[in-house]
């Protein structure tokens, strides 16, 4: 796979628009604050797939980006070192992400045709479920905005169904025992409320 090399600077763009992860492999010092939380990165990437080999992971993850840094070390001011730390596109992070987790997911679909209404279901892969969605004759096409990996994606799903009971309705656009008049945030709560015990991940947004 082809990798760009970018300066910290471009890097740091892309990160503050949302577009990228940024993973610092290395142990050093730095101005930037931010640099211990892309080692923490970096050290999530390595324990969440501990099974890949340490010299491999670069090329597992497939990284877009290259990010050269020069920073000057603390301690004497005086010696430049460059560092090279990696960037991942976040479209590529999430699909990293469901590709090798554990395959089940409760998510939360959006559609802009229909404010203030959610679709909660489950899936092994969501992207792929909501592609199903909207190939099937869609108006207005839903967005997926939302997934919580579980070790029991049925029983989470079921008791989140329970637990807005208050709140379901009917649509023309599939079974209307998935579709919730609630707001995106209200539902995102009474998921990783319902499904803290069977969390086996943090949750992802897209």
């Known amino acids: 796979m082809y990798q760009e090399t970018i300066s910290l600077e471009e890097a740091l763009l892309l990160e503050q628009e949302g577009k990228i992860t940024i993973y610092n492999p290395h142990n050093v010092d730095s101005v930037f604050s931010s640099i211990k939380e892309w080692k923490d990165n970096w050290e999530t990437l390595r324990k969440t797939y501990r099974k890949v080999p340490i010299q491999k992971l670069t090329s597992f993850a497939n ?3 290259i990010i050269e840094h020069k920073f000057i070390e603390q301690h004497d001011f005086t010696t430049v070192n460059w560092v090279y730390m990696y960037g991942q ?13 554990k395959g089940q997911y409760v998510y939360i679909l959006t559609n802009i045709a229909f404010p203030g209404i959610c679709k909660i279901g489950k899936a092994v892969t969501p992207s792929k479920r909501v592609r199903q969605i909207n ?26 169904h329970r637990e807005l009971a208050n709140v379901r309705m ?6 209307q ?3 919730f008049e609630i ?22 947004y897209y």
């Open 63 to 65: 990284f877009e980006y």
């Open 89 to 101: 596109d976040i479209e590529a992070k999430v699909k990293l992400e469901e590709s090798n987790s």
């Open 183 to 204: 707001e995106f945030e209200e539902a995102v709560k009474v998921i990783e409320k319902v499904g803290g015990m069977f969390t086996t991940a943090k949750p992802i």
């Open 177 to 179: 025992r998935e579709f």
């Open 135 to 160: 190939g099937a004759g869609t108006v207005s096409e839903w967005v997926l905005k939302y997934a919580l990996p579980v070790s029991d994606d049925y029983k989470v799903e079921g008791e989140v």
């Open 170 to 175: 009917s649509s023309h656009q599939g079974s």
